[in-house]
């Protein structure tokens, strides 16, 4: 019973990330819906004035995964209601 639980907790907790290859279909000029439906909802975002960035926890690929690294965080930023800029957050530039 206990691996069945654990089993669908599982299932659950991937089905609700990005994936790698999601964030490789993002492209620059984009509308923000056209994001939402590769990427899903974002987790967070950042209004500045005339720009807005939004952010997602993405899922390593298996062999880049370790312990204690998982996935990454990456950014979608938005000027005029388009892709402006996206890519991953370096902890040093992270907002």
Not at 7 to 12: F, I, K, R, S
Not at 16 to 25: K, M
Not at 50 to 67: A, I, L, N, Q
Request: one cysteine or more.
């Amino acid at each position: 019973m206990k691996r069945a639980a654990l089993g669908v907790l599982g299932a659950l907790v991937v089905a609700g990330c990005v994936h790698n290859e999601n964030l490789e279909r993002v492209q620059a000029g984009m509308s923000r819906e056209q994001v939402a439906s590769i990427m899903g909802p974002s987790e967070g975002s950042v209004n500045e004035p005339g720009r807005e960035c939004s952010y997602y926890t993405v899922m390593k690929d298996f062999m880049s995964r370790t312990p204690w690294s998982m996935s990454d965080r990456y950014y979608v930023c938005y000027a005029g209601g388009k892709v402006d800029t996206f890519g991953k957050v370096d902890d040093r530039a992270a907002r």
